[in-house]
């Protein structure tokens, strides 16, 4: 029963959340000029690149130490991993923001008015990094809720509001304004959520750091690991915005985030499963963990499937509500689920290779596909535009899965996709 109602309870969260963001991108595209949001879309893709790097992993170390000490009763240790953690996410920001303004003074030359507002994504990068690290701090003291809600929700409908704000009192909304307003909403978010979190660990003992050096190893493997992976999740937007105009790299933005929505059900389903599958794995109750991973994939795709049909059959009509111009680049959003749909059936692979210890050969499968993407990206977008990029993205995600999916099942042992999940189960009826 506790299984049933933590897992209603991460898709119901979820099931907000991306309704929250369809909201912000729909809004977004209808109150802003085609050229603004297209920048908007650019600045806010790399904030989340670059900010989501510049935490070297330490939202999923904390997923990791966090329970550990807390079940050991190691106080001292568990108030240095989060210390550390902290210091660890400020040199990374520090150097990415260092990386982010002396890449924009090269390649912008004399012309950075120009691009005005990627310089005013500084800000917002630092606010993301954080916002990714106290998002792992929470969910390793088990709040899910105060996780993922304030900045995935309270964040979007309040860069909702002030995009509302700036139409009102100027008639338009420029994409320096709006990328400035959400810094500092996410900033603010971040220093509430902080304030939060003391209280789980500030009454600990002095903190203690003798076991950095396990700390270190483990940073170094994931820092490589959250670098390609946000290079992986957030590359294309602003990839596409080098080769062609921004108005067209807001419009393949809003495509790619429709096409995402067959993926909620998974993404809530791997919050919930994350938590259980290293006990299982490490414990070695495979058996057990089969069956735990076999009711999830059948469930995320249950879930997922009819949105899937949905949009396949109507998808003018979905990129209609973000505006008439959205409306004719329906066949790229047909693509682009397929790609989606395919990844809810391989199941939580990602996921599983990196809390099963592969962390390195989970890496080595980004690198490789990542640049297979951007390589069928540059070259599909250049020739033929969105529907280009569109199809150089879905197949390089789609070819992403598959060696994903071959990995895990050849590494753990287990069967994590949905078809794979419905044979053995019948097998075991």
Known sequence: MQNIYSAALSLSLKISLVAASFAQSMLLARWMSPDEFGKFTIALTLSMLL???ATCG??????????????????SLLRGVVAYAFKLTLIGSLAALAVFYAGLLVFSGGAWRQNIEL??????????AFSELLMGLMRGFGYITWSIAPRDLLWRLGTIAAAFLLLTQSGSVSAYALVMASAALLLIIA????????????????????????????????TLATLVSSIAAQADVPLIGLILPPEEAGRFFVVQRVASVILVASAAMNV??????SALFF????????????????LAL????????????????????????????????????????LDCMAGPVGLMLLLSGHERRHVHILVASTCLRAALIVVGASRWGILGAAAGSALGHVLLIALLWITVRQRTGIEPSAGGS???LHQSN
């Open 58 to 75: 330490q939202q999923t170390a904390l997923l990791r130490f966090l329970p550990e000490y807390a079940v050991s009763g190691k106080q």
């Open 51 to 53: 900010g989501g790097a």
């Open 302 to 341: 249950a879930l997922a499937t009819p949105v899937f049909v949905f949009i396949e059959v109507f998808p003018e009509f979905t990129l209609g509500l973000f505006g008439p111009e959205f409306a004719r680049y329906g066949l790229e959003l047909r693509i682009m689920c397929v790609a989606y749909f």
């Open 422 to 424: 419905w044979r053995l």
């Open 191 to 222: 220093a509430l959520q902080y304030l939060a979190s003391r209280r789980e660990w500030r009454g600990a003992p002095q903190a203690e750091a003798h076991d950095q050096g396990v700390w270190r190893r483990v940073a170094a493997s994931l």
């Open 272 to 277: 919930f499963y994350a938590a259980k599958f």
């Open 283 to 298: 414990s070695g109750r495979m058996s057990e963990l089969q069956d735990f991973t076999t009711r999830m994939s059948l």
């Open 119 to 128: 310089f005013a994504a500084g800000p917002l990068i630092l606010a993301w």
